[in-house]
């Protein structure tokens, strides 16, 4: 069993930047393909960004393009995702996922870990 546990959520102002975190447990992380989500309130959740095993490859939805970086520290076991220049619509809870086999990186069924979830919040 792996166990996600995000952290790095708060509050900022709509330019500003913060870091989110994804500590795993439980499970080879050099093993996981490893995404995030995140969820507005009355909205669907929605992908952000993936990233393969070893790093190498990294997938991100439209809205974050050239704003969001996802990385790996794999000997760390811990999953990163630095989000500059934020927009009040950035405001979600975001989620970090692990995925155990390639799948559709953009699609939460495809994962089979989840995180408990970090709150961002945008002011404008």
């Known amino acids: 069993q792996v166990q996600l546990v995000e952290s790095g959520g708060g509050l900022v102002q709509a330019g500003g930047s913060l870091r989110l975190a994804c500590a795993a447990s439980?499970?080879?992380?050099?093993?996981?393909?490893m995404g995030w989500f995140r969820q507005a309130p009355g909205k669907e959740r929605e992908f952000v960004a993936g990233i393969n095993r070893s790093g190498s490859i990294t997938t991100y939805a439209e809205p974050v393009k050239g704003r969001f970086t996802i990385s790996r520290d794999n000997a760390k076991n811990t999953l990163f995702l630095q989000m500059n220049t934020l927009k009040p619509e950035d405001t979600a809870t975001y989620y970090c996922a692990a995925a155990r086999s390639p799948g559709l990186v953009t699609r939460s069924g495809a994962y089979d870990y989840w995180g408990q979830g970090t709150q961002v919040t945008v002011s404008s």
């Open positions: 439980g499970g080879t992380f050099s093993t996981l393909h």
